[in-house]
């Protein structure tokens, strides 16, 4: 006998990986005679999709950013409704490594049961969560798995999505298992390591990650990364009569406008970093704020560490934004451009989105007010042709 009669999958995914586990999901349910309504999180109509809470399984579906769920799921999380019993599940897709024989799985950490702590707190009766390895996809740090090693890990991840979903149908839980042990121990190592390492991830993805984004001199400003991103993160500004994309601080890294750019003109400044921090920030912080530390020490009688660590905080963050604004500029001016491009890995990189998601299908749930329809729809349409 089914344990729940209709099934809400709430889905967040950057590069499609998570879309398509919930297109697997929902044919599932769906032949199961299950009734489901897959929306994305910028789509839920809270409280009314909770109206038939009690017969409804509620599955929340998200890419693991740096073990924990991305800052958007985060936030969606804390706004969900308080539930007495309604029925949850938790999965985090990951990111696995396939390189001929190697197979490095991903690992989700802290995500999963940092989903169902919340939902648990907010009264849901957790019926399971697990992680789903599906193509890396941080391509700013890494190229683009082969086609072969994408089909392979994906046709492993619908196997295994196959079994999950048979026991939850069945009214099993999904909590105890190799899955969430192996993710127990990444978390236990993780937090052992480094404390307030999801936190650190988070803040410093927000930060720094996203402000290296730049579009390179095949950029035709067509736009369409700006309709494309779920975050509203990206900005078109002139300069030289020209619209370039500027990345703002409401990115997260998800990578959707890098994969599906189809001038490939996306890239992460790997060159700018080194040179803001080897060449700008380090020694010019170190030099000042070696002195302005040990001179505001001295006056006010102190050695102390910490103060030490505000006065380059100080210092360090508008240092930051200072830089973040040169780089900006400079991008804009075509032969600085090239440079910062050529020497960026990115370059080099194929992009990834996964093969069977197209990004009309990843916009087509937004509000119709999002999808400006422009000159340029075309683009968007038949971008992963
Ligand atoms: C910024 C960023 C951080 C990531 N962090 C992790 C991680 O901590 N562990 C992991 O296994 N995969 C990680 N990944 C890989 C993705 O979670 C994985 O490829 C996921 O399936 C992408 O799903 P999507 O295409 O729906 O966005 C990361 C990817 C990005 C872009
Ligand atoms: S999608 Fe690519 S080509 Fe179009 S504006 Fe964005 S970066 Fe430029
Ligand atoms: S700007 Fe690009 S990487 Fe950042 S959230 Fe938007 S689509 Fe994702």
């Known amino acids: 006998m089914k344990s729940f009669d209709t099934a809400l999958l709430y889905v967040l995914s950057g590069t499609g990986n998570t ?35 009690d017969r409804q399984l509620t599955t929340l579906m998200f890419p693991t ?17 308080r539930q007495k019993k309604a029925k949850a599940l938790s999965i985090a897709t990951r990111g696995a490594i396939w390189i001929g024989p190697l197979k490095i799985p991903g690992a989700a950490g802290f995500a999963n049961f940092f989903t169902a702590l919340v939902l648990l707190f907010k009264g849901y009766d957790i019926r399971g969560f697990f992680s789903l390895d599906m193509a890396a996809n941080m391509n700013n740090l890494h190229p683009s798995l082969t086609l072969p090693a994408v089909n392979g890990i994906c046709k492993k991840a619908k196997r295994k999505i196959e079994f999950c979903m048979s026991r939850v149908m069945a009214g099993k839980r999904l909590l105890f298992t190799l899955n969430n042990l192996y993710e127990g121990i990444v978390t236990c190592l993780i937090f052992w390591l480094i404390p307030i390492f999801p936190i650190l991830y988070l803040i410093f993805a927000k930060a720094s990650m996203a402000k290296i984004m730049f579009a390179n001199n095949n950029c035709v400003s067509c736009g ?8 509203q993160a990206i900005e078109m500004k002139s300069f030289f009569g020209k619209k370039r994309p500027f990345w703002t601080y409401h990115c997260e890294n998800c990578m959707r406008c890098m994969g ?31 002195g302005w530390t040990n001179a505001i020490g001295d006056i006010l009688g102190i050695n102390n560490d910490w103060l030490m660590v505000l006065v380059e905080a100080l210092y360090y963050i508008p240092a930051l934004f200072l830089s973040y604004w040169v780089f900006w ?39 119709k007010k999002d999808i400006i329809k422009t000159d340029h729809e075309d683009m968007i349409l038949n971008s992963n042709k």
């Not at 586990?21 to 839920?44: C, H, M, P, Y």
């Not at 073990?67 to 936030?75: A, L, Y």
């Not at 369409?224 to 975050?231: A, E, R, V």
């Open 19 to 53: 879309f398509r586990v919930a297109r697997w999901i929902e044919s599932l349910f769906e032949q199961n005679g299950i009734k489901t309504d897959l929306k994305f999180i910028e789509n839920a109509d809270l409280p009314e999709d909770f109206k038939h809470a």
């Open 224 to 231: 369409m990364c700006t309709k494309i991103c779920p975050n």
């Open 65 to 81: 950013h740096g073990f924990m769920p991305p800052w958007s799921m985060i936030k969606f999380l804390f706004k969900m409704p």
């Open 329 to 367: 500029m400079s991008i804009r001016i075509p032969a600085v451009n090239t440079i910062f491009s050529f020497t960026t890995l990115t370059h080099y990189f194929k992009r990834f989105h996964d093969p069977e998601t197209r990004v009309k299908s990843l916009v087509k749930r937004q509000k």
């Open 260 to 290: 599906y750019c189809r001038k490939k003109a996306v890239e992460a400044g790997h060159s700018y970093i080194l040179l803001h921090t080897f060449i700008m920030a380090v020694p010019v912080v170190a030099n000042i704020t070696t």
